[in-house]
């Protein structure tokens, strides 16, 4: 079907145009991927900083070298980012632009003729795709530009007067926009900035509360709302309502919002991803009421991956004078050329192109609302034993077709399975905590597969939710089923870790008041068991930045010290812009977190470097007080030892013949000088060590319970199987034993001790002696 550029007879110019932007692309792509490979291994060069404007001309290579060095110099701190999917659709709109500029600089006649026919075709071509029958279309790149016109049109339309008159028309009778508390934030706010209304002209319609969807506009209010302004003497202008909500992608009460426009005579605009279903061959009547409305604006780009396309705004309006007064038509040719790259993209996907995109979006929704299905631990549903819940958007897409757009959010059902219900605030900011959790969820969803396009959303009732929109994202990314495989899976691993992470986190809190040295602190926005600080003990006249000093480095160290055990948790910092410093965030638990051992082990990791920290700190005047102190009691002991012996003995000559005479019997007294404590200790209990012939036993670890390859802070299985493994092995230890005689004593002055004594210090009972070798293994097992 398709043809070679060099077989078809056309425009010298827009023939070499076509190729330049071709060798263009492939610059910048294959640039990309050398980028990717060699990530890391460029430097920067002069090219990289702004400067003064080179006196030669550079070629063509040289600029795209440049342009390419821009677009991915930042690529090794946002690797996770992906750029957008540019298939050959994407390069015909790129190919507009070009040919918009080429156009631009036709004789007057000639250009008139072609921009008729490009905005004549592309008019036509998109009512029809989305059934807005007699509708006139305006191209603008700010999707909220259309909107802006429109509302002129209404002013300029609803007061006679204000094209000679002006603002002053408007102070008899202020006009009044309503919009839904769903619709985009900023957007009421926009169209006042720039039309020159007060904010009092906007008027905010809270959603249901009662009764239909939370993210639908309250009809029933809106209509007293409308006639309170009414009998105050405003008048009411134009309604926004919304065919996909921003954040959940519902849609409106359309047929109802028309009903109440044609009563007051306001005009109704909408816009939203919905919109987008109207091409499709099933719409649904919500959906479909959205032809009916006034206005609506569309976003083709990210619906058809297109890239730089402007959105349109298709109205409804029969005096040509005042769509031109409100800038929704223009008498320069050159303004019609906007849709040039739209009327290029629409011809080369056709009808059938557009349809096959959007369906294939809504296909993606519906498979992966079918794969959480499947997944035992997530429900559509509220009911017992929820871990993630979906919310009622999912069920509004699975039973009226109306809405793309999946929104997911984890959350745990902490109830008892006899209290009928999950119970909301089983402890003290709960909320902020689920949504803490689910933030996490959807940024390392978005990380780990970036070709799904889910990204966090905040909704006001449900809180912080995980999105999966692929009207706005597959088109652009190139998503595929393959990556909502991807996504499930992903989201089936990171679940256990939510559940059990708020499961322990209360747990955590209350087992850190058990250690005085550890201080909680209270941070909800932390997807994790929580934070920490470790206090070290301070002196009384210690100064406050003498305290911040030694909690900034003994926290700091004992960060150092956790990050290198052998475990699954996480250790950091916090978030960049934490409140809190000087602390220890603890991350994600797993399934088998022992929390008792983990507190324990911190504790004990904070107060080793605290006296490590003090005897490095305290060395220098710790030893010079302990020599003093060991000087004097030399001292002393001379003093002792003269007193004792008497004058004779200390004469070198006659001591020596007195002492072979009759020898002294005083016995030397030996001392030790502790660096911890700072004192002198007596050598007498050393000594007293020596003697004792059986080793007294290590103090039992964390690291002596694990089993071969598990890894800290985890809780061992107990069952039959290992308690059989234990007392086998036991068994094998203990018989050795029993049999071996003791070794004689070889040390110097230490008697051999009798019989009697040897038996009644051999570790092992004496029932097990006295049993038959046929008996032993039970009653080892027993004593076990």
Known sequence: ?????????????????????????????????????????????????????????QDVASILQLVQNLMHDDEDKQGHRRMQYVGEQGHMALLGHSLAA??????????????????????????????????????????????????????NAQYEEYSTEGFTVLSSKQPVIYQSAACRPGLGQHLC????????????????????????????????????????????????????????????????????????????????????????????????????SDSMTLTLGPWLGLPAVPAVTLYRHEDPALSLAAGLTSSQPVEKLRSLPLWLSLQYLGHDGIVER??????????????????????????????????????????????????????????????????????????????????WLGEQLAQLVPSSGVDVVEL??????????????????????????????????????????????????????????????????????????????????????????????????????????????????????????????????????????LLETIAASGRDLEENGKLLENMTEVVRKGILEAELQILKANEEKLMEEGVLRQIPLVGSVLNWFSPSQNSIKGQTFSLVAGSLDTTESTYSMKTQTGATPDTPTSTAKRLPGQKLFRRSAAGSDTSSETSSVGQVEEVPRETTPLPPASEEGVTEPPQEELASSDPSPPEIQRQPDGQESEEVDTMR
């Open 102 to 155: 080429y156009i631009s600089v036709l004789d007057r006649d000639r250009l008139r003729k072609l921009t008729t026919r490009i905005l004549s075709d592309t008019t036509l071509w998109l009512c029809r795709l989305f059934r807005y029958e007699n509708g006139t279309a305006y191209y603008h790149e700010d999707d909220r530009e259309g909107l802006v016109k429109v509302c002129r049109l209404v002013i």
């Open 1 to 57: 079907m398709e043809q070679p550029l060099e077989n078809i007879t056309v425009d010298p110019m827009l023939a070499e145009m076509g190729r330049n932007l071709n060798d263009a692309m492939k610059i910048l792509e294959n640039g990309q991927k050398e980028v990717e490979q060699d990530s890391g291994q460029r430097r920067l060069s002069w090219r990289d900083f702004p400067g003064p404007l080179q006196g030669e001309g």
């Open 460 to 597: 006001e009732e449900e809180g912080t939710c995980v999105r999966f929109n692929p009207l706005m994202t597959a088109a652009v990314l190139g998503t595929q089923e393959s990556d909502i495989k991807a996504l499930v899976e992903k989201l089936t691993d990171m679940v256990p870790l939510l559940s059990s992470t708020l499961r322990f986190r209360q747990d955590f809190r209350e087992e850190v008041y058990h250690h005085n040295a550890l201080t909680y602190i209270e941070d909800l926005s932390w997807p994790g068991l929580g934070v920490i600080r470790y206090e070290p003990r301070c002196e009384q006249d210690d100064d406050d930045s003498k305290r911040k000093q030694d909690v900034e480095k003994i926290n700091e160290d004992l960060l150092k010290k956790l990050k290198e055990l052998d475990a699954d948790i996480c250790f950091s910092t916090g978030p960049e812009f934490a409140t809190e410093t000087n602390c220890i965030y603890v991350g994600l638990a797993t399934e088998d977190l022992d929390v008792a051992e």
């Open 193 to 292: 900035s720039q039309l020159g209304l007060p904010l009092s002209s906007l008027c905010t319609v809270p959603c249901n509360t009662m009764f239909g969807s939370q993210h639908q506009i309250d009809v029933a209010l809106l209509d007293k709302l409308i006639k309170d302004d009414v009998d105050t003497g405003k008048f009411p202008l134009l309604l926004i309502a919304n065919a996909g909500t921003p954040g959940a992608g519902h849609t409106d009460k359309l047929s109802r919002l028309k009903e109440l426009c044609v009563q007051y005579n306001i005009w109704l605009h909408v816009e939203g991803v919905n919109l987008a279903m109207l091409a499709l061959g099933h719409v649904a009547s919500p959906v479909m009421a959205a032809t009916k």
């Open 358 to 439: 959007i369906k294939t979006a809504t296909q993606l929704s519906q498979q992966l609302l079918e794969h959480l299905k499947t997944l035992a631990s997530i429900k559509t549903s509220d009911v017992l034993d929820v871990e993630v819940s979906l919310l009622d958007a999912l069920t509004m897409v699975e039973d009226e077709l109306n809405s793309p757009v999946v929104v997911f959010r984890f959350s745990q059902d902490t109830s008892a399975a006899s209290s009928g219900g999950s119970v909301e605030g089983y402890f003290p900011g709960e909320k902020e905590v689920l949504d803490a959790l689910n933030r």
